[in-house]
């Protein structure tokens, strides 16, 4: 008996992240992160093998107490099938369980909180989206974060040339 070889799998697709949302810890104050799957379509994960993913535009909402992904964009192949329509802005379910997605809709509803995906990574070979509940920010608030950053950097660069000297 044979025993199939685990070394041709391509190992950055079984641990590595697909897409990440920078745009979200730039906009936004982020409070809590949950980690759901996502319902895809066969070409959709073809797609994302191949690295043709995006979710930068993307957010989450609630409809009939289910969480759905608006807005990413999943490209689809040239060589994908033909007799499915591939549409790259599709709505795509987040599975999460029931008391989550509650507490996800409670907050959202009472506090003003947006929902908003941060990664896209693999997790065995199921793709996981990491979503956040987060405040919006203000521009100054935008500001003050770029400042602290600026000011951590400068710090940073200050006691890295005073121990060089030492």
Same mark, same amino acid.
């Given at each position: 008996m044979s025993k199939k070889s685990g070394g041709s799998k391509d190992k950055a697709n079984s641990t590595g992240t697909i897409a990440l949302n920078k745009r979200a810890r730039h906009e936004y104050h982020i409070e809590d992160r949950f980690e759901a799957g996502v319902a895809l379509q066969g070409w959709e994960l073809k797609a994302i093998r191949a690295g043709r993913s995006n979710i930068g535009e993307s957010y989450a909402v609630v409809l009939k107490g289910e969480l759905?992904?608006? /807005?990413?964009?999943? @490209? $689809?192949?040239?060589?994908?099938?033909?007799?499915? &329509? %591939? !549409? $790259?802005?599709?709505?795509?379910?987040?599975?999460?369980?029931?008391?989550?997605?509650d507490m996800l809709i409670g907050r959202v509803q009472r506090d003003g909180y947006t929902?908003? $995906? @941060? %990664?896209?990574?693999?997790? /065995?070979?199921?793709?996981?989206?990491? &979503?956040?509940? %987060?405040? /919006?920010?203000?521009?100054? !608030?935008?500001?003050d974060a770029e400042r602290d950053r600026d000011w951590a950097r400068d710090k940073q660069r200050a006691m890295r040339a005073h121990n060089k000297n030492a």
């Open positions: 759905f992904l608006i /807005g990413a964009q999943i @490209t $689809p192949l040239t060589q994908a099938s033909t007799h499915v &329509i %591939a !549409d $790259p802005h599709r709505s795509r379910k987040l599975l999460l369980h029931k008391r989550e997605i929902i908003v $995906p @941060t %990664a896209l990574y693999w997790k /065995g070979n199921k793709v996981k989206a990491e &979503i956040a509940l %987060a405040k /919006g920010k203000q521009k100054h !608030d935008k500001r």
